[in-house]
């Protein structure tokens, strides 16, 4: 990772930029992210104090830790569009189970389907070669129906949201949220998973050149299978931050987050393609969607008007965010 | 065969061709001329250029250089379709239906008779087939005689056939052989591009040689003359290269009571028959063969990507299964194949990819000990000598770097046995003689290479023993000192070694099977 310092003949201001950019990746992003602040700070002075920032910070860790799931799945080549849906329905089982149960049951419960649906994901994508646009989609659709199904069962019984998780999602500790908490070791331990473990460097690998990692002896589908296991477990554990960060539990819960996650990733500077990423550029991605929602809440245009910026912003800014870095 | 004894003026007459891809030359001068009812044998060893030229000749790309004259006329063939108005027309060795569409509506697509077709897939010996039915759901054999069928239907003046009886059975070659000489006697031409003697001795009557992107010589098809085939196509390198002593040092091990591997009748659909040879420690056992002899189908199976569909692989005296690589690799055997591009992680770096078979295994998934993966591969990289200053990503090297990488991986993973699929293709004569040189170090430490290589010189330089495949059968298990390049050249053609015999002996189907023991 270490760069050398190689001193070469005097080379253009501009593309001496461009080489630095392209070398810390992570820099553009961070300027860009300051940008926004400062046009919000100038747009409504004193909107940035620490109690906004707080909020942001508060409301960005769920969609960083689902554009982490998009992170490492498009870093083999592929994409679980079913986050939404595992979130959703961990988030609605543990505040309906909450009611009867003890919170370490209600917490086993939460999580099954996380776990099943991340298994189904992983075996028919990496066993039976399903799409992995389809697959997740297909199941996402699958989990939605099943949570219809089970709303009924629990109607009479009513909801709550469960003391710690609304302290988890919504709490702030002398000016840090609360959420840090888990947030920061997890972000650690997903990007120490990336960059410093051998299934990482397989993730890697296998969305680099999937021939490749067989004849080295890799053996796809368990690489992919732990990966969509992985990822739904992730999306389970968002599911159980966002709904005490919500605190109303819905069918649709965390749908919202789906696509600006993969937003996030592709932003923070994940290929599509696999590969090529890492999850640090993914989490200054999710602040920054997060920050350009806040900007154009408070511009008060009218809803479709804010959506159609939005899509051309996050257009515009992966476009220029690939020209700077990818230096060819 | 009727041979016309009045001169006559050649239907296709090619001359000068040059074709150039940057600055390397697939074609320098060649050329190629084809009297009417005549059929014209097409031939070189690999990378002479043969396909470069047939390429030209229908139009699929055009020529830096040269002349076309067909029947006189001079014409410039810049598409197929200008190639097929000028009455030249190719069949493939690929199948050229395009497979989600019925027979019938092949032949609309292409403009192809329907009523001459059906003649001639019946002359071809095919009594039913149905037009209906989808090209996919058809056998590749029949495939090929409906590809030869469209293209007669048209009636085309000089008819291109590429390996055209490959993957044929014997009925239907023998069909196809009979229909093809019938062309040349009424009149019209054919151009045949084959690698088997037997065939074009039987079927031609002249043969033009291309040798390194020239025509080295046109000779008439008679008894005996495949010696002469074979010397035009070595050109001067025709004599007995030297064979090397090699030192003390890089001498092969004394061989050991059991082979490493030992493979028994192994057979790979159609591609691989009946093939048995032995890998022992200490030694680089070469491969030799032309294209597409089942050599890819044989280091699949040893490296355990394909199963093969009959015979047995020993590894060290065990029967082994091998369903993925995987299993090969655990027992010691790694491939390093001819394509870069197939073994490599392009965007990643250097150290990553020699690491990477490191992980493969799942108790390997957790923290990787960086100190020990960089010792590993530091000192993979040293022995190698790979020029790591743009190690970032493998894409950025030159192509020999690369090669070294995909070696690398395996020495730093202590491999016992490596499979190596023509490892010098297309990088540098410094890098060749580094890869020649572990090679022989990797022998002399005891370990076992298997060594393809498209480059017959290179066999004297690296290997202790030569085995020699075509058409997906063993021809022979040669002894490094007697397989100088003409006797390699001869035996990849299917001749046998001290058959100095005329043709009549070779037609015998059996004699190109019957190789010998080691």
């Known amino acids: 990772m270490s760069t050398s310092a190689i001193t070469s003949p005097p080379v253009p201001f501009g593309r001496r930029i461009k080489r630095f950019m392209a070398d810390r990746p992570l820099v553009p ?18 909107i940035v104090n620490e109690r906004w920032i707080a909020n942001t910070i508060k409301f960005a860790i769920p969609l960083a830790i689902l554009a982490g799931c998009q992170t490492m799945t498009m870093l083999t080549g592929g994409i679980d569009l079913s986050v939404g849906t595992v979130a959703t329905m961990s988030a609605f089982i543990m505040a309906t189970q909450i009611v009867n149960q003890d919170p370490s049951v209600a917490f086993l419960l939460a999580m099954m389907p996380a776990v099943l649906i991340g298994l189904v994901n992983g075996i028919g994508v990496g066993v039976f070669r399903v799409h992995p646009l389809i697959m997740t989609l297909g199941t996402s659709l699958i989990g939605t129906g099943c949570l219809q199904v089970y709303q009924r069962t629990v109607i009479a019984s009513g909801a709550k949201i469960p003391d710690f998780l609304a302290w988890l999602g919504t709490g702030v500790t002398w000016g840090f949220p609360n959420a840090l908490l888990l947030f920061i070791p ?47 477990l ?12 919500i605190k109303a539990p819905s069918l649709s819960l965390a749908e919202p987050l789906v696509l600006p996650s993969v937003a996030a990733a592709v932003i923070g500077g994940t290929s599509i393609f696999g590969g090529r990423g890492g999850y640090t ?44 870095v990818e230096e060819r | ?38 059929v014209h044998a097409l031939m070189g060893a690999n990378g002479a250029g043969k396909s470069t030229l047939v390429k030209i000749l229908t139009g699929a790309i055009s020529a830096n250089a040269g002349r076309i004259l067909i029947r006189g006329e001079a014409r410039d063939i810049r598409s197929p379709a200008a190639a097929r108005r000028a009455g030249l027309l190719p069949v493939y060795q690929e199948p050229s239906l395009i497979p989600d569409l019925d027979v019938l509506s092949n032949l609309r697509l292409t403009g192809t008779p329907v009523e001459p077709f059906r003649a001639w897939v019946r002359e071809l010996g095919i009594a039913d087939l149905d037009l209906r039915d989808t090209a996919r759901d058809i056998p590749l054999a029949v495939l090929r005689v409906l590809d030869l069928a469209r293209a007669l239907a048209v009636e085309p003046d000089v008819l291109l056939l590429d390996e055209m009886t490959a993957a044929l059975p014997a009925n239907l070659a023998e069909k196809v052989l009979e229909v093809v000489r019938r062309q040349g ?19 031609c009557d002249r043969a033009t040689v291309l040798r390194d992107g020239e025509t080295v010589g046109v000779v008439d098809i008679v008894p005996g003359v495949e010696e002469k085939i074979v010397e035009l196509m070595l050109g001067t390198r025709i004599v007995k290269t030297h064979v090397a002593a090699r030192g003390a040092a890089e001498k092969a091990a004394p061989a050991p009571a059991r082979p490493r591997i ?33 050599q890819d189908e044989l280091f699949a ?139 022989r170090e990797l022998a002399g430490h005891g370990k076992s290479v298997l060594f393809y290589t498209s480059e017959l010189e290179e066999v004297q330089r690296v290997c202790d023993r030569v085995i020699v495949i075509f058409g997906g059968r063993l021809v022979d298990i040669f002894p490094v000192e007697e397989a100088d390049e003409p006797a390699l050249m001869r035996a990849a053609y299917g001749l046998p070694r001290g058959a100095k015999a005329d043709i009549g002996i070779l037609a015998d189907p059996q004699s190109p099977s019957s190789g010998t023991a080691p």
């Open chain 1, 186 to 232: 997890l972000a650690a331990l997903i990007v120490f998973t990336l960059a410093r473990t051998g299934f990482g460097r397989l993730l890697y690998a296998v969305g680099d050149n999937e021939r490749a990692t067989r004849l080295s002896g890799v053996q796809y589908w368990q690489v992919i299978t732990a990966l969509y296991v992985t990822s739904s």
């Open chain 1, 29 to 46: 992003l961070i300027i860009l992210l300051v940008i926004l602040v400062v046009i919000l700070q100038i747009l409504r002075p004193g």
């Open chain 2, 262 to 294: 030992a493979v028994h009748n192994l057979r790979v659909g159609t591609k691989l028959n009946d093939v048995s040879f032995d890998l022992r420690d200490g030694e680089v056992a070469g491969v030799v063969a032309l294209e597409g002899q089942g």
């Open chain 1, 234 to 245: 992730l999306a389970g554990i968002t599911g159980l931050l966002y709904i005490g960060l």
């Open chain 2, 301 to 439: 199976a040893l490296a355990g990507s394909i199963r093969p569909s009959g015979g047995t692989i020993e590894v060290d005296g065990s029967p082994v299964k091998f369903s993925h690589p995987i299993d090969a690799i655990r027992a010691g055997i790694a491939y390093v194949p001819g394509d870069r591009s197939e073994a490599l992680a392009m965007q990643r770096s250097v150290r990553e990819n020699i690491a990477l078979p490191f992980s493969a295994a799942l108790r390997n998934w957790g923290p990787i000990p960086m100190r020990r993966e960089r010792a590993k591969v530091l000192s993979a990289i040293e022995r190698l000598q790979i020029d790591t200053r743009a190690q970032g990503e493998v894409q950025r090297l030159s192509g020999g770097n690369q090669q070294k990488v995909t070696i690398a991986r395996w020495i730093a993973a202590d491999a016992r046995t490596i499979l190596c699929f023509d490892p010098t293709r297309g990088i540098d004569v410094g890098t060749k003689q580094e890869i020649y040189k572990l090679l």
């Open chain 2, 185 to 203: 006697d009424s009149g019209r031409a054919v151009i045949f591009i084959s690698h088997r003697f037997v065939e074009i001795s039987a079927l």
């Open chain 1, 281 to 324: 550029g993914t989490i200054v991605g999710a602040l920054i969607l997060t920050v350009l929602t806040t900007l154009l809440t408070i511009l008060q245009m009218p809803e479709g008007a804010r959506r159609i910026l939005f899509g051309l912003i996050v257009l515009f800014v992966t476009a220029a965010y690939l020209r700077i």
């Open chain 2, 1 to 38: 065969m009727t041979t016309n004894p009045l001169p006559q003026s050649p239907l296709l007459d090619a001359s000068g061709v040059a074709k150039n891809y940057g600055a390397v030359a697939a074609l320098r001068n060649a050329s190629l001329s084809v009297l009417p009812g005549e």
